[in-house]
């Protein structure tokens, strides 16, 4: 198909499309003529899955590419997928606690992370935003919600259990590793839309009047 | 004190917390000349909220400008409170899912909540972008991951009622409120980085060599 009926079949603009050709977020049709490209059902699929990553989970667009580029090197190991996907939910954060909570914090996390058994590098990016984020939950006063930890530890784990089962039904490496992305990226976007819909039904409940 | 000294004591250079102050979002200081105002601990406690917000939860200045409004105000209701900090942390988003998949995407959720007896408003921001993300996975063909939804479900709620028990034992109303706010958006960032913590070590016992 033309650039034309691709934009209409997945309902993304032409001038969008081009963008992301130029960006290499979209590999490029095959040349029909030296004027005209044509595009087949693996770009509706890709540009289906960058409207994804771009529009609803709000990854910035030089992000998605690397992760797409890691998803077409057949090369790149499964775990590494993984630490690109996380990298691109993990913005570079500043630190905003106290020095005092952000060593408790830290000792906090370690000891979190070796009660649990957890195989995690001390580089990676959510361990530093896991760190100040208990850490500005101390330094505004908030111990009573730091004692949650645990509770959220314990589902976290679970997810993991269940998302590694889930994606590994994939009946090939390439699907594996494009499940991988979507599940970790999306995943986030739904399990926070989804609590935020349990704590608007408990505040209902219980604090309607108050 | 003054402002220099507000700027040490919290971290935050001083042309900072003078944009904060343009935009309304730290409370004018007390004025002891009439070229200079004078800081107390309310502004360091206040500033540290901020920071948290804007740097660590990165929620747009606008909405916590919004959000504060809100938590000065004694008139507004605890669940209005609550409404606000959801709005903060639901962007609108555009549909990027196919209209298939959105109307299967809306009767799965729909009676899920149904099935878990959520009060939720129809209008709730976090419902369109629970549904947009369900009609995502699919038209993705990730039905697979879809089936995870009950699981994450039985999670948010049991992290709800934790959580409005752990607000609960504020003395005061304001702080009540204040924990609620923070309870909810800095929440959000620690359970996103537990969970992707929670995902490396698994891989790492899964996939390290695949």
Redesign the interface.
Known sequence: MRIGELSKVTEVPVPTIKYYLREGLLPAGELSSPNQASYGEPHV?RL??I??LV??A?VPVAQVKDILESLDSDDV???EQ??RA?RA???T??Q??TEEARIAATTQVTDL?TR??????PE?P??A??I???A??R??S?D??V???D???D??????????E??T??PTRDQLA??VV???I?????????????????????????
Chains 1, 2 share one sequence.
């Open positions: 699929r289906r899955l409207r994804a529009e609803l709000q190991p499964l775990h993984i630490g996380h939910l993990t913005p954060r500043k905003t606690a992370i649990r058994g957890w195989t995690v590098e990676a959510a361990l935003t896991l100040e984020t208990v500005a939950f330094t505004l908030q009573n919600l004692t949650l930890l509770a959220y530890a589902a976290v784990d679970s997810f993991a259990a269940l998302e590694i889930a994606v039904a994939n494009e499940s979507i599940g970790t999306l995943g986030e976007t739904l399990i926070s839309s989804l609590r935020l819909l349990a704590q608007e039904s408990t505040s209902a409940k219980h604090w309607k009047n108050r």
